[in-house]
């Protein structure tokens, strides 16, 4: 799969639980994959394997108003984390990433 195809399967994962999934809009989504400064210090990873997807989401709610964008973290076994975890996972320099244009 490529980046644009990994980009799409996490919009669908990460729309899986939203009220209404078919109002979802992205944006700022970023593929990382594992580094070579990351496989040094842990040589049981893969360089270049996708390690997790970040995207932001706006949403409808049960009101039927836009809840605002919040970012969400979409790890390649499916798991989804929120909020202060994307802060942690997709706004850390230490990571490198490919940013995919949202669509």
């Not at 989504?29 to 390690?51: C, D, F, M, N, Y």
């Not at 932001?56 to 009101?63: D, F, G, M, T």
Request: with cysteine; charged share 20%; net charge neutral.
């Amino acid at each position: 799969m490529d980046d644009a195809q990994i980009a799409e399967k996490a919009k669908t994962i990460a729309s899986y639980n939203l009220k209404d999934p078919g109002s979802a809009q992205f944006r700022n989504i970023k593929v990382s994959r594992v580094t070579e400064e990351r496989h040094q210090a842990q040589p049981t990873t893969i360089v270049g394997l996708i390690e997790f997807v970040c995207l932001e989401v706006n949403a409808k709610n049960s009101y039927g108003g836009y809840t605002g964008f919040k970012g969400n973290v979409v790890h390649s076994d499916g798991r989804v984390e929120t909020d202060s975890f994307y802060s942690i996972w997709c706004q850390s320099s230490h990571k490198s990433y490919q940013s995919i244009p949202a669509q």
